[in-house]
């Protein structure tokens, strides 16, 4: 299902008491790394990852090598094959259970958060902002549109396709970390 940006659905979130993941090695929100080496496309090159996550939001702010304005640039526009999917693991697994999924669209952006297994939409209100000019991209939803384990965690990983002439062909693809998901991210518990 693609939704178009800033437009709310209706919420429908599942709330899963089920959980108890084994204890892991996880850090504490937010959690920021740098990712400095260099593709060759500065506006597709991730500089630093940020994940932040509250008693009500999960928020990913993506820094890039050079500012582009996802709203009108044409790298990401209908034609092209610019896209960014941010993978997220709940329930510590190794497998993904939600993936974030942004691309151009006719008029705009088009973007969807989906769960798995079976790639199901998830009805939620995502935002995406550029609230740092236009370095930075900042994908931000509720907090209840997951549904978290027990202790409440969450690892990821960022993938930005570019395709720096909008002709449909990826020519750099950016991974955020390099190599697998951020480490466990500790959600703040309800108080
Ligand atoms: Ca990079
Ligand atoms: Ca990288």
């Known amino acids: 299902m693609r939704t178009r940006l800033f437009i709310a659905l209706t919420v429908t979130?599942?709330?899963?008491?089920?959980?108890?993941?084994?204890?892991?090695a996880s850090v504490s929100s937010p959690y920021g790394i740098d990712d400095v080496v260099g593709v060759n496309t500065p506006k597709g090159d991730i500089v630093a990852l940020q994940v932040a996550l509250t008693r009500t939001r999960v928020t990913f702010n993506l820094s890039l090598r050079r500012g582009i304005d996802v709203l009108n640039a044409h790298e990401w526009d209908q034609y092209s094959a610019t896209e960014i999917r941010i993978a997220m693991d709940t329930h510590d697994g190794?497998?993904?259970?939600?993936?974030?999924?942004?691309?151009?669209?006719?008029?705009?952006?088009?973007?969807?958060?989906t769960s798995f297994p079976g790639n199901n939409p998830v009805s939620c209100m995502v935002a995406v902002t550029q609230p740092e000019g236009l370095r930075t991209i900042r994908v931000r939803f509720p907090r209840s549109c997951?549904?978290?384990?027990?202790?409440?965690?969450?690892?990821?990983?960022?993938?930005?396709?570019?395709?720096?002439h909008s002709d449909g062909t990826v020519d750099t693809t950016d991974l955020a970390p390099d190599a697998g998901f951020t480490p466990q991210i500790r959600f703040p518990e309800p108080s």
């Open 13 to 24: 979130v599942a709330l899963s008491l089920v959980g108890g993941s084994p204890a892991s």
């Open 94 to 113: 190794g497998a993904v259970d939600y993936r974030f999924q942004m691309e151009g669209d006719s008029g705009g952006l088009a973007a969807d958060l």
């Open 146 to 164: 997951l549904t978290l384990d027990h202790p409440s965690e969450l690892r990821a990983r960022v993938a930005y396709a570019f395709d720096q």
